[in-house]
């Protein structure tokens, strides 16, 4: 019964990840019309009628395919979509170390089902907004629901599935979805767009929503939470951000993801001034590295379940791909091209993702407590830094600096990162027993629990 409930969780938490990652990318096709609907360079007549002009400016025809940041017709409305697409993992990032110090201390379903509530209407406000300040409300509140909902989400998993590899299994499939959620929002926002409407695809993630967030409250009802007042306490925050294992991981984290995170927003228009790429084109410029993610995700978790020892060498290896990926990236000169080092991209964070979460857990299972909800809070603020800065730092790079000049200090900083994960070399040697009588020795008995678990180190 145990592990048939925590498969049940696993897919509560999948669903919250996935529905957390279409919502951030199903507004990529209907933001730029319906801002420039609102400012009345469009067909005024309802919120799904297309606007006049595509994001483009270079037909009335909109593609069902579009960019991943679509640029705007004007400086002013580049500005509005990049603070808008940003404005989430700013949120995000700023109650992260909030959120993971509060599920430290009440458990994960709470804070989950929590954040499931917010995401609930931070799509329904979507659904309804009419103006700008109301996307940008729906946005942060999605920001709000995403600092609770992925990080409790995360913590729930490492939580459940305690022995390896199935820990790394259960991650990996929620890496996965992860993946998938933000690939194939775009042509699912795109289409239901253009013969829906605008707010169908809205409702439709509303009710995917909703009945996630039912299910979490059948198998973890508010009732059942009273267990946590036995468990450990959990290390602060702060001394986990001041560990140098979990510092290296988080830098990697963070590294790793800067150029997918900067590409998103300016690979659109490199493609159409320097190939001239098409529409389609462009729409479909990340949809094949959904596979080669995928695969990472898989050969991380079969290589981990045999070499459990060397997690900081595909780490380190995904780095390097990552680095050589986006150096390659201004050399390609047509469609077919481009996509072989995105999908490097794409394979190489599959990598590091899926051999360091499972490392950060296993950091505190034996140089803290095994509560998890603030390591994964501080693994949530390393891909916040990356998405919050890439709407709008990255198209300022590219102004001043050039599209070539963004790639190669993207790739350069990967390379040069990849070796400082040899400091996790000697991880997989630590011995947790002995790490959890220091830190309960330490800081002396704050419950029944920790004073039990004292008493068997003592004895």
Not at 423 to 432: A, E, S
């Amino acid at each position: 019964e145990a592990r048939r409930q925590r498969r049940l969780l696993l897919v509560v938490v999948c669903v919250a990840l996935l529905l957390d990652n279409m919502l951030y990318m199903v507004i990529v096709p209907i933001i730029p019309d319906y801002i420039a609907a609102m400012r009345g360079r469009g067909d005024a007549a309802g919120p799904s009628a297309p606007a006049g002009g595509n994001e483009t400016g270079s037909g009335g025809n909109r593609s069902l395919l579009p960019a991943r940041y679509p640029p705007g017709t004007g400086g002013n409305e580049d500005v509005q979509i990049g603070v808008l697409f940003a404005s989430k993992a700013m949120l995000q990032l700023l109650v992260n170390p909030l959120s993971g110090t509060l599920i430290d201390r009440v458990g994960y379903e709470a804070p989950l089902l929590a954040g499931l509530a917010v995401m609930f209407l931070s799509t329904a406000t979507f659904a309804f907004a009419e103006n700008y300040a109301t996307l940008f409300a729906a946005r942060s509140l999605q920001g709000l629901g995403s600092a609770f909902a992925d990080t409790a989400g995360i913590a729930l998993i490492a939580d459940r599935y305690a022995e390896e590899p199935a820990r790394s299994r259960a991650l990996g499939t929620a890496l996965a979805c992860i993946s998938f959620g933000s690939l194939a929002a775009p042509p699912f926002g795109g289409v239901l767009y253009e013969f829906a409407g605008k707010r169908v695809p809205f409702l439709v993630l509303a009710c995917v929503c909703l009945l996630d967030g039912l299910l979490l409250l059948a198998l973890a009802p508010p009732g059942a939470a009273g267990a946590r007042a036995n468990m450990p306490v959990g290390t602060p925050i702060h001394r986990l951000m001041v560990d140098p294992y979990i510092a290296v991981v988080a830098g990697a984290l963070a590294t790793c993801n800067i150029p997918l995170a900067f590409l998103e927003p300016t690979i659109a228009n490199w493609m159409k001034e320097s190939m001239g790429a098409s529409e389609w084109e462009v729409g479909l410029t990340w949809l094949p590295a959904f596979f080669p993610h995928v695969l990472g995700v898989y050969v991380t978790v079969r290589l981990a379940a045999a070499y459990p020892h060397l997690q900081w060498f595909y780490g380190a290896l995904g780095m390097a791909i990552i680095g050589a990926s986006s150096c390659l990236v201004p050399a390609c000169r047509n469609f077919g091209q481009v996509i072989v080092p995105l999908c490097g991209i794409c394979f190489g964070i599959a990598l590091v993702d899926t051999a360091l979460l499972p490392t950060l857990a296993f950091l505190v299972d034996v140089r803290h407590v095994s509560v998890y909800g603030s390591v994964y809070a501080i693994a949530d603020i390393s891909y916040s830094v990356a998405y919050a800065l890439g709407p709008i730092v990255a198209g300022q790079i590219v102004h001043t600096m050039g599209f070539v000049q963004l790639n190669l200090g993207m790739g350069l900083a990967n390379v040069l990162y990849a070796p400082v994960l040899l400091f996790l070399k000697n991880v997989c040697q630590m011995k947790p027993s002995h790490s959890e009588r220091n830190i309960l020795l330490e800081e002396g008995p704050k419950g029944l629990y920790d004073t039990i678990k004292m008493e068997e180190c003592k004895g």
